[in-house]
């Protein structure tokens, strides 16, 4: 999967403070992270802004965890619609 996968970072005063790893071939968003500290401050629009970039406007992001109400709140606010949950049976 290394081979198929691009990781990009953003950084302040040479610290990683958010990361975003995608697929462009298949246009999917694997993870995306800002550190709580960085968040509000556009960090994550830039990440999504060069991946779209780079793949264009129709992007997928997987494995979005259901409890994450932050994450849920951030890709709603920059347009990403929820079609598709996935459960885990125990």
Do not use: W
């Not at 950084?11 to 995306?32: C, E, M, T, W």
């Not at 968040?39 to 991946?51: A, D, F």
């Amino acid at each position: 999967m290394k081979s198929d996968t691009i990781a990009l970072g953003a950084y302040l005063d040479n610290q990683l403070v958010g990361y975003a790893i995608f697929s462009p071939d298949n246009k999917r968003i694997h993870q995306i992270a800002v550190h709580e500290k960085y968040r509000n401050q556009k960090i994550g629009t830039c990440l999504i802004g060069e991946i779209i970039e780079s793949c264009g406007n129709n992007l997928f992001i997987i494995n979005v965890d259901e409890g994450s109400k932050s994450t849920h709140g951030f890709l709603e606010k920059i347009g990403f619609e929820n079609f598709l949950d996935q459960f885990e049976k125990i």
